[in-house]
């Protein structure tokens, strides 16, 4: 079965310090990628998704994330955070072979201080 | 566009009260999804609907839980009768077409509490 594990429940920086927030999932086959964000109050917005080809995938707000296949993972980067990154950050996979059904992580409860 | 539209947006009920929670896809929408946030559990799928017909509902925890989906601008999720562990965050997403890679877009949620 698929899954994903989000192994950071709760990160706290300062503003300006980098951030790095890891995702590992565990399917046998292809798969899409997903990083979700929801800021405080709100619904789940898209930050950025990997489908194939180049496995550094550029989002919005300067995130980013790299997709290692030998590592399963899917690691959410951006090098300066600011205060306004405070947010819950959910990673999310599903099947590339037409599946509809995104498997979540518990997410990361991102805490910027400023 | 305005999004996905759920309402109520918050809702206080009775454990043994009918609680229905709904949702306004966006429109051209064929796919609806109705999920459940927890601490514990963090984000679940509970049931999924193409054009208007629920294709997967492995997710929904009993039968006390139950969704429709009418018309295609149109879904509701009804708990009856609600307990205290039905407390959450109930979101609605929505997606045009069936492939893998396409975006679902999540509604604000309705935060229940059953007391």
């Known amino acids: 079965a698929q899954s994903v594990s989000q192994h950071n429940h709760h990160v706290i920086l300062s503003e300006a310090a980098s951030l790095e927030l890891g995702c590992n999932y565990s399917?046998?086959?292809?798969?899409?990628l997903f990083w979700y964000v929801q800021y405080p109050g709100q619904h789940l917005q898209l930050l950025l998704k990997?489908?194939?080809?180049?496995?550094l995938v550029k989002g919005i707000k300067g995130f980013e994330a790299e997709f290692i296949k030998s590592k399963f993972s899917f690691n959410l980067r951006k090098p300066s955070v600011q205060w306004s990154d405070t947010a819950e950050y959910f990673c999310?996979?599903?099947?590339?072979?037409?599946?509809?059904?995104?498997?979540f992580g518990t997410g990361t409860r991102l805490k910027v201080l400023a | 566009d305005a999004g996905v539209i759920q309402s109520p947006r918050h809702e206080v009920t009775e454990m043994g009260q009918e609680v229905t929670l709904r949702c306004k896809p966006i429109?051209?929408?064929?796919?609806l999804f109705w999920y459940r946030q927890t601490m514990m559990r963090g984000l679940e799928l509970l049931i999924y609907?193409?054009?208007?017909?629920?294709?997967?509902d492995s997710g929904m925890p009993e039968d006390r839980f139950s969704a429709k989906m009418p018309n295609a601008s149109f879904s509701t999720l009804k708990i009856q009768p609600s307990e205290p562990r039905d407390s959450a965050v109930y979101f609605c997403?929505?997606?045009?077409?069936?492939?893998?890679?396409?975006?679902?877009?999540f509604g604000p949620g309705t935060r229940l509490l059953v007391l």
């Open positions: 997403a929505s997606r045009l077409g069936e492939g893998s890679r396409e975006t679902q877009y």
């Open positions: 399917y046998g086959g292809t798969v899409n």
């Open positions: 990997y489908f194939s080809g180049d496995p």
């Open positions: 999310a996979v599903n099947a590339a072979s037409g599946t509809y059904k995104y498997i």
């Open positions: 429109s051209g929408h064929n796919s």
């Open positions: 609907f193409n054009n208007n017909v629920p294709i997967d």
